[in-house]
Every structure is written in structure tokens, then in C-alpha cells.
């Protein structure tokens, strides 16, 4: 019932930049936590960043004064701008969000997981 649309991931040159964007839509009540996991070949997936809907954030050590992640309530909408890409930021990025779907009378958890985006960084 709701779903997540990822957009931004693309070649790039080291020390070049992106951004990321995920689109939440279907029945959401409230959007507690967004964020952004990415997988490399050979690799477990890892968080990347995270945001709760109060403004709190958590990066992953590698990626800490290079990433940002921001978030756009009135538009279902998290963000993540990469600065300073390294070829090891290669990798299928994510998005993930955890809320209360439904609505004000009745809600229940649920987690959702988009498909992903291909971001490439060439030395």
C-alpha cells in the first residue's frame, strides 16, 4: 500500500556529486524514520544515512561531512546529496522508510524498501 520511487543514482567521476531522491505515496499516517542503505558487489547492504521525522540524523562512518540527508514532510521526500565521491561509494542505494500507515483512527508499523539506484563512481 505504499511505495517508494528512487531517483538520482548515475556515472560519475571521483570526486563528483549527487543527489538522491525517494518519493513516499500510498496510505501513510506518519513517516518516523527515512533513510538510505546501499549494497556493492560482494557486500552486505549498509545504512548510509538515516533521518527520524524530529530532525535527528545518523551517517555511517565513511560517509560523515560528505553526506547529507534532509527530508521534505509536505512531500513524502528524503534527500541525500553526495559530495566528494570516492569509487568505493559505488553501489545500489536504497531507500528505506519506517511509519505508521493508515490513518488517524487506526494505524499499524510497517517498512518499506524501494527498488534501488545505481550510483557509479569512476576513478
Known amino acids: 500500500q505504499v511505495q517508494l520511487v528512487e531517483s538520482g543514482g548515475d556515472l560519475v567521476q571521483a570526486g563528483g556529486s549527487l543527489r538522491l531522491s525517494c518519493v513516499a505515496s500510498?496510505?501513510?499516517?506518519?513517516?518516523?524514520?527515512m533513510g538510505w542503505y546501499r549494497q556493492a558487489p560482494g557486500k552486505q547492504r549498509e545504512l548510509v544515512a538515516a533521518?527520524?521525522?524530529?530532525?535527528?540524523?545518523n551517517y555511517a562512518e565513511s560517509v560523515k561531512g560528505r553526506f547529507t540527508i534532509s527530508r521534505d514532510n509536505a512531500k513524502n521526500t528524503v534527500y541525500l546529496q553526495m559530495n566528494s565521491l570516492k569509487p568505493e561509494d559505488t553501489a545500489v542505494y536504497y531507500c528505506?522508510?519506517?511509519?505508521?500507515?493508515?490513518?488517524?483512527?487506526?494505524?499499524?508499523?510497517?517498512?518499506?524498501w524501494g527498488q534501488g539506484t545505481q550510483v557509479t563512481v569512476s576513478s
Open positions: 500510498g496510505s501513510i499516517f506518519r513517516l518516523n524514520v
Open positions: 528505506n522508510v519506517k511509519g505508521d500507515y493508515g490513518n488517524r483512527y487506526y494505524s499499524y508499523t510497517g517498512e518499506t
Open positions: 533521518i527520524t521525522s524530529g530532525g535527528n540524523t
